[in-house]
Antibody, heavy 119, light 107 residues
């Protein structure tokens, strides 16, 4: 069965960095677009970034452009989000999600990982 | 960016009721509209994609509809397990955007 297992969250100071990972199994990872979506405490869902197959294309929400970098390792069936210059407003649960029928039909999600940016 | 506006923001209904959640888009697009259900502490779950298409395993009491830029999620014969927050999302263009959510409480 399809599984996306996340790791790498935690507490970080403003201006710090963190790398999130998402390990995929149960499907041909290299065939799918992947995205990161976050949810601030008590708030709604916010798409952050996607990466296409073969890492040919990436795109970012304005809120994280220039600070976050998405990448993938198809040999290792893994998705990553490198987060730099973190701000308190980046505090959220971060989800990886698979793009199903279209790039942005998020048909499977990771379990989520909490990132807290605080001094 | 396409703005998605959901209504109501919350509702309370009884088992057996029929409930409808509406999502209005700020501009017209085709049928690239999805609905998700999220339960506390859990990841969202895709219920319906492309307006009408029920995902595998989702009960048939869930259905989607559209009229112009207005999209609807209808739940017939509401069940206790249907509580949670429901989000619409457009997948037509980058950035994909979500509605603000509708919290459904079972009386």
């Amino acid at each position: 069965q399809v599984q996306l297992v996340q790791s790498g969250g935690g507490l970080v100071k403003p201006g710090g960095s963190l790398r999130l990972s998402c390990a995929a199994s149960g499907f041909i990872f290299s065939d799918y677009y992947m995205s990161w979506v976050r949810q601030a405490p008590g708030k709604g869902l916010e798409w952050l970034s996607f990466i296409s197959t073969s890492s040919a294309h990436t795109n970012y929400a304005d809120a994280v452009k220039g600070r976050f970098t998405i990448s993938r390792d198809d040999a290792d069936n893994s998705l990553y989000l490198q987060m730099d210059s973190l701000r308190p407003e980046d505090t959220a649960v971060y989800y990886c999600a698979r793009g199903g029928g279209s790039w942005f039909d998020f048909d499977f999600w990771g379990q989520g990982t909490l990132v807290t940016v605080s001094s | 960016d396409i703005q998605m506006t959901q209504s109501p923001s919350s509702l309370s209904a009884s088992v057996g009721d029929r409930v409808t959640i509406t999502c209005r888009a700020s501009q017209s697009f085709f049928t690239n509209l999805n609905w998700y259900q999220q339960k506390p502490g859990k990841a969202p779950k895709l219920l319906i994609d492309t307006v009408y298409s029920l995902k595998s395993g989702v009960p048939s009491r869930f259905s989607g509809g559209m009229s112009g830029t207005d999209f609807t999620l209808t739940i017939n014969n509401l069940q206790p397990e249907d509580f949670g927050v429901y989000y619409c999302q457009q997948s037509y263009m980058t950035p994909p955007t979500f509605g603000q959510g509708t919290k459904l409480e079972i009386k």
